[in-house]
């Protein structure tokens, strides 16, 4: 008797464990996320006014990611930004999620890492959540607002640092790009 109720106990766990099983890996992987703070902040950086370089100028910081270089999988980035001319504070951002997969269609375009998430244009566009391995992928900051003086000093100073980290293992440093006004 002893050895029936024993293996009615085994059956037990062993009919548990499965379901849990075949519970968990019914769990679908992560959906990207942008957190309400992070939809608040904007696409580029204003200067502090503190600082006297308002203006009408924009200058993006930006990193392009050789094709492939992002893995397929689940992976997140989070900017620092330290540059003293044109703000006191050292931010961070948010981290924002984001999917590598090589069932997504790839764009003719690029595709943009920014402060407020994925999009298809560096200050626009709409979201992009999953990205396909070949896609061209660009990490970008853009200071808008600015003077043209400022620009200048920004784009010869090494003081000025805009840093990407992906997944939490990279740190990719931004460099300044061409100056427009917007």
Request: with cysteine; charged share 15%.
């Given at each position: 008797m002893?050895?029936s109720?024993l293996?009615f106990?085994?059956?037990?766990?062993?009919?548990?464990?499965?379901?849990a099983?075949?519970v968990l890996?019914?769990?679908?992987?992560?959906?990207?996320?942008?957190?309400?703070?992070?939809?608040?902040?904007?696409?580029a950086v204003?200067?502090d006014?503190a600082?006297?370089?308002?203006?009408d100028?924009?200058?993006?910081f930006t990193y392009?990611f050789?094709?492939e270089s992002?893995p397929?999988g689940?992976h997140?980035?989070?900017y620092m930004i330290?540059?003293?001319?044109?703000t006191?504070?050292v931010?961070?951002?948010d981290?924002?999620?984001f999917?590598?997969?090589d069932?997504?269609?790839?764009l003719?375009?690029?595709?943009y890492?920014?402060?407020?998430?994925i999009?298809t244009?560096?200050?626009?566009?709409?979201?992009?959540?999953?990205?396909?391995p070949?896609q061209e992928?660009?990490?970008?900051v853009?200071?808008?607002g600015?003077?043209?003086e400022?620009?200048q000093?920004?784009?010869d100073?090494?003081?000025?640092e805009?840093i990407?980290?992906l997944d939490?293992?990279l740190?990719?440093?931004l460099?300044p790009?061409?100056?427009?006004?917007p």
């Open positions: 002893k050895k109720g293996a106990i085994l059956i037990g766990v062993l009919l548990f464990t499965c379901t099983c075949t890996n019914e769990v679908e992987a992560p959906t990207p996320t942008v957190s309400s703070l992070l939809m608040s902040l904007p696409t204003p200067p006014p600082l006297g370089a308002a203006g100028w924009a200058l993006p392009e050789e094709k992002i397929v689940f997140r980035y989070g330290n540059c003293p001319t044109i006191n504070d931010s961070g951002s981290l924002i999620s999917i590598v997969s069932d997504e269609e790839l003719d375009n690029p595709v890492l920014r402060l407020a998430g999009s244009d560096p200050l626009g566009g709409y979201q992009v959540f999953i990205l396909h070949d992928v660009i990490a970008v853009t200071f808008v600015i003077s043209e400022t620009v000093i920004v784009s100073s090494p003081d000025c805009v990407i980290r939490n293992l740190n990719f440093n460099v790009g061409e100056s427009y006004k």
